[in-house]
């Protein structure tokens, strides 16, 4: 599906936004997959039986037991397919205290896809399991992102090649620096701005404008939950206007923002589940 074609939903990773790191699991026997959505914090899928095939933004990744699939905040995602045995773990920080769990240059959660050794594994899933919908579990949760994250990049480094340093290193910039266009980053990338959004699509599944639209949807979403007015969150959330703003909100989340703020619009947004 093209990238101007594909509608997501938001819904948010953590329950309660007083919660800072959280873990659900799925159990395809169960079932209640969400639809295609995309929320402010970074995610690590960890599956533990059976297999799966997740749309990630264009991308279409197929997982199997004992690997990780990780994706940073803004990005859409949904579980296409899944075997009957299908279970895993759904991990998501709030994306500030991610930064701060992950101290090292590494700090920006990219798009990983990784196979753990045996053991490492299950020390992981005995970890995950003991925190799943656990509320209040800040420590335990951190110690448990900052594992995987490091385990999921030798696993990375060592098996199959992850995104292309342009690609981590507009993830790191776009993060810190969220008002600078693409040719700003090219500029500060010292490449050509093409290369850039090249090499951030394939790597993503999302294009780098859309990526940024994003963010800044996110970011006003935070600004209004904190009670600014929505013109105003608007302007600051880096939107040239409010009809800019109101543009982008109805091609991503298709309604106004007045809307999705003040009727029950965004709650059963929240509430979907995939039939």
Known sequence: MADGERRALLQRFLPDRRERAFVWK???????????????????????????TFGVGDRIVEVKAGELLAFPAG??????????????????????????????????????????????LRAVVDRAAELVDRSGAERLGAELWERVHWLARRSTEAERPGAHVLTRRTLKLVATQPDCGLEALASELRTHPSEVSRHFHRDVGVTLVRYRTRLRLLRLVHLVDDGQDVMTAAIEAGFGSYSQC????????????????????????QLLYAG
């Open 75 to 120: 990005v859409d995602h949904a579980l296409l397919a899944a075997s009957p045995d299908l279970y895993l773990y759904a991990v998501g920080l709030d994306p500030t205290f991610s930064t701060g769990v992950l101290t090292d240059r590494h700090d920006t959660i990219e798009p990983w896809h990784a196979r753990l050794p045996p053991k490492e």
């Open 246 to 269: 109101h543009r982008s909100f109805h091609a991503e989340l298709g309604c106004a923002p007045t809307s999705f703020f003040r009727s029950e619009a965004r709650e059963r947004m």
């Open 26 to 52: 799925y159990d395809q026997a169960v079932g209640g997959r969400r639809p295609r959505h995309f929320h402010e914090e970074p995610e690590v899928n960890l599956v533990t039986c059976g297999a799966a």
